[in-house]
C-alpha cells in the first residue's frame, strides 16, 4: 500500500500520459477487458477462508477477478470490498476504487481498512484534498503505519499543505527509515518547492537502497534536469526508459524551465495525478 509523488506525474512529455478530468466515460483498458473476462469465466460460489488468505500470492487480475465475485456475492462484505479497492487502484482503475471503498463506507463508516482503501484511492487519482480525512482517521487508530502516514503525506502536498505533508514524510521516516518511496516522496516536495539540490541529496540517498524502485531514478532524473543537468539526468532516465522517452522528457523540463513561473508550473503538472 505505496503512496507516491511520481515524477511521471510531473514530466508531461510524449512518452508520459497524465490523465486529465473527461466529460464522458473512458473506453474500459485491457486490463479491466480482461479482468471482465475472468468474472465471466466464474461460477459464483462464495470462498472459503483459506482460499481468501491464499489469493494475495496471484497476480493482480486473477486477485481482482476473486475480489470482485465475493463483492458480488455480498456487497456487505467490508473485506471483500476493501480488497477490491485495493487491487483496483493498483491496476490503475482509481474512479471504480473510489466507488467500491465508498459504497461500503456507507454501511462501515467507522472500518479502518475501507478509509485507507477510500484515501488511497483518492490520492491515487490526485484528489488528495478529499483523501485528507480519511487518512487522518487512519492514522489515528493506526499511528504505526507508515504507509498510512506516508500516504497522508502524499495527500496533503497535492492539497498544496507542504509543511504539512513534510512533517508526515519525516513521521513516516522515524517508522521506516531507509524505506526509499518515503525519501522519494520527501524528496520531491523538495523540488516542488524550489529546492531541486535537497531533493537530489534525498534522492541519491534513496537509490542507495537495494529496494528503490524505478519510479526513484525516475524523479532523480527530474530533479537533476532541473538543475540543467541534462546529461547525467538522461543517463539515469535510460536506465528504465526508450531514448526517444528519455530525451522527450528531457525537453518538456527544458521548457518548463525557460518559464519565469516554472516552480509553480511544476506544483500545477504534479497534482494531476
Known sequence: MRACLSASAIMMAASVSLSACATTAAPPTAQEAALTTQLESRSLVPATAEERAAIGRQDLLTQAAFWAEAYELNPADREAAAALSRVLRQLGSGPRAIEVARQALALYPEDTDLQAAYGLALTSEGRGQQGIEPLTRVTRSRPDDWRVINALGVALEQAGRSTAARARFQEAMTLAPQEPSI?????????????????ESLLRRAMDNDLATPQVRQN????????????????????DSTPEM?????????SMLSSPRRWDSLNAASLRR
Open 183 to 199: 525519501i522519494s516522496n520527501l524528496a520531491l516536495s523538495y523540488a516542488l518547492a524550489g529546492e531541486p539540490a535537497e531533493a
Open 220 to 239: 532523480l532524473a527530474l530533479v537533476l534536469a532541473l538543475q540543467g543537468q541534462f546529461a547525467e539526468a538522461e543517463r539515469v532516465a535510460l536506465i
Open 246 to 254: 528519455a530525451a522527450a522528457n528531457m525537453e518538456y523540463v527544458r
